[in-house]
C-alpha cells in the first residue's frame, strides 16, 4: 500500500499548480494521479469527471497546510489590482470560498481578503460552516443507478462479462473528497445489486464457458 495519501482534489492539472511548486520548493514528497470513474454514473454521453489528485505522506499533512496559509497570506498582500478576482462580484467570490476544491488555494485565500476589504469579513467559523456544506455536498452519493441496473441485468444472459464489470462499478467505485476522504460513490440499493451483478455475471460467464466447451467436444 501506498504511504502517499489524497491531500486535495483539482479539477484540472492547471489549478494544482501553486501546491505542487510549494511542495517542490519546500522538498516535501509527494505523488499525483486522475480519480476517474470508469462507467459514466449519469448513464449519459457526458465526459466522464475526472479530478488531479496531489498526495502526501499523512504526517506531512499539517505541514503543508502551514505552507499554504504562510504563502498565501504573503501573496495575497502583494496580488496586483488587475487581478481577475478583484472583477467578481460578492456572490461569485463567497462561491470560490464555498468551493475551495475547484480553487487553488491562493483563489480561496483572496477571495477572503478582497471580500474582508469590501466590508464583508469571512470570520472562521463560517468559513469552517462553508467547508461543511461543501464535505457534504460532494459526498452525497449518486443519483439511483436504474438504468445501469437494467442494463447490468440484460447482461447476465449475455455472457455475464458486462454485467460483472457493471457490478463491480456500482459496489465499488468511490469517490475522493477535497480532504481526502473516500466515500461510496453510490447509494446502498445500488451498491447491493451491483454485488448481485457481480454473483449472477460470473455464474453466468461459467455456464456459458461450460456450454462453449460442451458444443466443441
Same mark, same amino acid.
Given at each position: 500500500?501506498?504511504?502517499?495519501?489524497?491531500?486535495?482534489?483539482?479539477? &484540472?492539472?492547471?489549478?494544482?499548480?501553486?501546491?505542487?511548486? =510549494?511542495?517542490?520548493?519546500?522538498?516535501?514528497?509527494?505523488?499525483?494521479?486522475?480519480?476517474?470513474?470508469?462507467?459514466?454514473?449519469?448513464?449519459?454521453? &457526458?465526459?466522464?469527471?475526472?479530478?488531479?489528485?496531489? =498526495?502526501? @505522506?499523512?504526517?506531512?499533512?499539517?505541514?503543508?497546510?502551514?505552507?499554504? *496559509?504562510?504563502?498565501?497570506?504573503?501573496?495575497?498582500?502583494?496580488?496586483?489590482? &488587475? /487581478?481577475?478576482?478583484?472583477?467578481?462580484?460578492?456572490?461569485? =467570490? $463567497?462561491?470560490?470560498?464555498?468551493?475551495?476544491?475547484?480553487?487553488?488555494?491562493?483563489?480561496?485565500?483572496?477571495? @477572503?481578503?478582497?471580500?474582508?476589504? @469590501?466590508? /464583508?469579513? !469571512?470570520?472562521?467559523?463560517?468559513?469552517? /460552516? *462553508?467547508?461543511?456544506?461543501?464535505?457534504?455536498?460532494?459526498?452525497?452519493?449518486?443519483?439511483?443507478?436504474?438504468?445501469?441496473?437494467?442494463?447490468?441485468?440484460?447482461?447476465?444472459?449475455?455472457?455475464?462479462?458486462?454485467? !460483472?464489470?457493471?457490478?463491480?462499478?456500482?459496489?465499488?467505485? /468511490?469517490?475522493?473528497?477535497?480532504?481526502?476522504?473516500?466515500?461510496?460513490?453510490?447509494?446502498?440499493?445500488?451498491?447491493?445489486?451491483?454485488?448481485?451483478? $457481480?454473483?449472477?455475471?460470473?455464474?453466468?460467464?461459467? !455456464?456459458?464457458?461450460?456450454? @462453449?466447451?460442451?458444443?466443441?467436444?
Amino acid at each position: 500500500m501506498s504511504e502517499f495519501q489524497a491531500y486535495q482534489r483539482f479539477p &484540472n492539472v492547471e489549478v494544482a499548480q501553486p501546491l505542487l511548486h =510549494l511542495l517542490y520548493q519546500h522538498g516535501i514528497p509527494y505523488e499525483t494521479k486522475l480519480d476517474q470513474p470508469s462507467i459514466d454514473p449519469s448513464f449519459a454521453f &457526458n465526459a466522464t469527471s475526472t479530478y488531479f489528485l496531489v =498526495l502526501v @505522506r499523512p504526517h506531512d499533512f499539517e505541514a503543508v497546510r502551514k505552507l499554504e *496559509l504562510d504563502t498565501d497570506e504573503t501573496l495575497t498582500a502583494q496580488a496586483p489590482a &488587475n /487581478h481577475y478576482l478583484f472583477t467578481f462580484s460578492h456572490d461569485e =467570490l $463567497m462561491e470560490v470560498l464555498l468551493k475551495p476544491d475547484e480553487w487553488s488555494s491562493f483563489d480561496v485565500a483572496l477571495a @477572503r481578503r478582497i471580500l474582508g476589504q @469590501r466590508g /464583508h469579513e !469571512v470570520h472562521p467559523p463560517l468559513l469552517e /460552516h *462553508l467547508h461543511q456544506q461543501r464535505r457534504l455536498e460532494l459526498a452525497r452519493p449518486e443519483p439511483r443507478q436504474q438504468a445501469w441496473v437494467a442494463l447490468g441485468y440484460l447482461a447476465v444472459v449475455g455472457g455475464g462479462i458486462l454485467a !460483472v464489470l457493471i457490478g463491480w462499478h456500482l459496489y465499488a467505485h /468511490h469517490k475522493t473528497l477535497p480532504d481526502g476522504q473516500q466515500v461510496p460513490s453510490f447509494q446502498a440499493p445500488d451498491r447491493a445489486s451491483g454485488l448481485r451483478l $457481480m454473483v449472477l455475471g460470473s455464474i453466468s460467464f461459467v !455456464v456459458w464457458l461450460a456450454y @462453449r466447451f460442451y458444443q466443441e467436444q
